[in-house]
């Protein structure tokens, strides 16, 4: 039996409570405000090293670059890591 995939076409975004709320059709510009403000939020509780990041070994090596800048120089956290390096 074939599985049907419904691919989305525009980002969505959660209203209300981040477990019970309703998602909805947003702008691109609404979705990555609302991403950004989500990692500032983390970056202020926790500091920067909160995040890491994890790249593959089958990914550009451009994706693989700006995977590590966007951690480095927007994040401010050195945790960065990839298969790459097995």
Known sequence: MAKS????TQPLVRDGD???GTLRPAT???ALDRAA???QAAID???P?????FSCSKATNELNFM????ARVVIGS????????T
């Open 5 to 8: 995939y419904v691919r989305l």
């Open 18 to 20: 981040r477990r019970t």
């Open 28 to 30: 691109w510009d609404e």
């Open 37 to 39: 403000t989500g990692f």
């Open 45 to 47: 509780a926790h500091g």
């Open 49 to 53: 090293t909160t995040f890491g990041l």
């Open 67 to 70: 995977t590590q800048k966007f």
């Open 78 to 85: 050195n945790n960065v890591d990839s298969c790459n390096r």
